[in-house]
């Protein structure tokens, strides 16, 4: 059967149409520069609509103390110092345009009864300043995005899968992939390329993605076009994913059901949290309470299903059915769990991977020329430990700087080479997997990948652990030498899990050698054999497959911000 090949050509092609990739579009369309967004999800189905909580900017409607230097200050000191102040800075000067930009897209956001944007206090930030709809948020923020996307024509293909960035002397010139229903071929032809396809969260057996995303598409995407990553070690497990039903186990409960009042208690009815941060309790950081819900499991509280149990159930039923909608119909849909009446039962979860392709703090450019990485696929601005709320003003603030800095690359081409080898390279690969007939099950190694991490590189890790988990891999990746890829009548997802097992492969290994690089307990990476911060190891760990794991130092933080930093505190942390 002749092989379809569709050929394509855009100023700037966009990788991931969730929040990131169609705020860079609309910065692109807005200024009149030729956009396309391809995704191979249904755009209103990508990631960003499950983010619930809300989204940070320091508008001070309710505390008008707040300041962007008090939210980079917080920040910083959440990231436990791993946090590029420069990239801080940046979105946390940002962010009230960001939240402009959505209202003025049309952004419902709750409001106080005069109008103000309504905030409020999210895990360790100092004052309120997490701006919010419902416990929809990501969901409105997708939704306004799709919106103004439509009202400026700009192109975009669902359900194509990008394959290979094409890459010729160091420069990118487009990107190729197939159709998931068809097996249509893409060449698409660009000046510069904008990388928005998330992180890699979803190589651990228990995680708050879909089977289908962030299989690690953006590490290896990058990888090839010959990009590093940075702090790929560096994934926050989020406290509180409900564990059944199986299909859905890690689906999350938003942290602003904690935010609300929710409590946690542990099988024998104790409120642990007292044990582990008795000034914050609930509203402690993420990494703290996802350590704390590991050990009291760990130690023999928890639950029979390997559970702690969060209660909201003593809130005023009002308050639940408008605060915290969504939470209360996930678990009357997963489990015809009345959350009113009845506590949920949840475990930590493989949530947000804080390292990511590395860029630049001023325009997310990366080593590779022409190409740029945004949101969870990028690095930078978490560190160690990711304030909720930042994730989605990131998307805002650099999907506009990014939009432009593709649009001004572009302008400044004189030239731009294009290598008829490198497409040829893209075109054997699809060709050679289809081709592909072994004994090897790619849905299975996709599963045994799942199941090395979480058993290796999980909430608390240590050396020989992790060097199990590398000899696990290296198992694995010789198996996959003789994988067979079947497509059928309905459609070409196995060769997209083949392609995505190749990405779970390159991140796991990227995060296992940076895990074993990383020999203290710092934010969200606990080593049980090294249950201390190593003031010496304060640097970005740097990854690629020629050179392994580098160390990088992180610039001094301005004095108008570090004067606002209390100390980095490691009391509470707690190791196995």
């Known amino acids: 059967m002749a092989v ?25 369309a807005e200024s009149g520069v030729d956009v396309l967004a391809v995704g191979k999800r249904p755009k209103e189905d990508a990631h960003t609509a499950l983010a619930a909580g809300g989204i940070n900017a320091a508008l001070a409607t309710m505390d008008p103390e707040d300041s962007w230097q008090q939210h980079a200050a917080d920040t910083l000191k959440e990231s436990y110092l791993l946090a590029d102040p420069r990239t801080t800075q940046i979105v946390t000067q940002g962010a009230a345009r960001g939240i402009d930009d959505l209202e003025r897209y049309g952004m419902a956001f709750a409001r106080e009864g005069d109008g103000r944007i309504s905030q409020r ?9 997490t701006a919010f709809a419902g416990d929809y948020t990501g969901l409105e ?30 420069a990118v010139f487009g990107a190729y992939g197939f159709d998931l229903t068809h097996g249509t071929r893409y060449l698409i032809h660009a000046d510069a390329v904008i990388l928005a396809a998330g992180g890699h969260t979803r190589i651990w057996r228990r995680t708050s993605s879909r089977r289908d995303e962030n299989t690690g598409d953006s590490f290896r995407l990058a990888v090839e076009a010959g990009a590093r990553l940075r702090d ?5 497990f989020h406290p509180s994913g409900i564990i059944e039903p199986e299909n859905a186990a890690g689906t999350l409960v938003s942290e602003a059901a904690r935010g609300e009042g929710g409590v946690l208690r542990n099988a024998l009815g104790e409120r642990f949290m007292t044990r582990y941060d008795p000034e914050r309790m609930e509203l402690s950081t993420r990494d703290r309470v996802a350590l704390a819900s590991y050990t009291e499991i760990k130690e023999g509280r928890g639950t029979p299903n390997g559970a702690v149990w969060l209660d909201v ?28 009446r009845e506590p949920i039962e949840i475990a930590p979860t493989a949530h947000y991977s804080m390292g990511g392709v590395w860029v630049r703090p001023e325009d997310h450019s990366t080593d590779v020329r022409g190409l740029y990485a945004i949101g969870e696929a990028s690095s930078g601005l978490h ?8 994730s989605l003003i990131e998307l805002l603030v650099f999907g506009r700087i990014t939009g432009q800095a593709a649009a001004a690359y572009s302008e400044a081409l004189t030239a731009q080479p294009r290598s008829a080898s490198a497409v040829a390279r893209a075109r054997a690969e699809i060709d050679d997997l289809l081709a592909a ?11 045994a990948i799942r199941n090395t991490m979480t058993e290796h590189a999980g909430v608390v890790r240590d050396e020989e652990g992790l060097r199990a ?45 940076a895990a074993l690089e990383r020999r203290e307990t710092r934010g969200c990476h606990n080593r049980s054999d090294y249950p201390t911060l190593d003031p010496a190891l304060q640097v970005n760990l740097v990854w690629s497959p020629t050179t392994g794991v580098t160390h990088e130092s992180i610039p001094p933080i301005p004095d108008e911000i570090s004067a606002l930093m209390e100390d980095v505190s490691t009391e509470g942390k707690l190791v196995e």
């Not at 206090?121 to 300043?129: I, N, T």
């Not at 790929?232 to 926050?236: D, M």
């Not at 005023?316 to 996930?330: A, D, E, G, S």
């Not at 560190?383 to 930042?390: I, T």
Request: net charge neutral; proline share 4%; charged share 25%.
């Open 437 to 447: 007939d072994g004994p090897e099950n790619v849905r299975a190694l996709q599963r």
């Open 121 to 129: 206090f999210f895990g360790a930030h100092k004052f309120r300043r």
């Open 469 to 513: 988990g590398l000899a696990e891999l290296t198992a694995i990746e010789k198996r996959m030498e003789d994988v067979g890829v079947h497509p059928d009548i309905a459609g070409y997802q196995d060769l997209a899990h083949a392609f995505d097992l190749k990405s779970a492969a390159l991140a796991a290994r990227a995060t296992l050698e």
């Open 141 to 170: 923020i997708q939704r306004t995005l799709i919106r103004r996307a439509e009202q400026l024509d700009i192109p975009a293909l669902d359900g194509v899968y990008i394959t290979r960035l094409l890459v010729q002397d160091g």
């Open 313 to 340: 159930s003593h809130l005023p039923r009002q308050t639940i059915m408008t605060r915290l909608p969504r939470v209360y119909q996930t678990l009357l849909d997963l489990q015809m769990l009345d959350i009113t």
């Open 232 to 236: 790929p070690e560096l994934v926050q």
């Open 4 to 28: 379809i090949e569709r050929r394509l050509a855009t100023t700037v092609l966009v990788i991931g149409t969730g929040g990131a990739g169609l705020r860079a579009a609309i910065e692109l």
């Open 383 to 390: 560190g160690a430990n990711r304030l909720g709320g930042n």
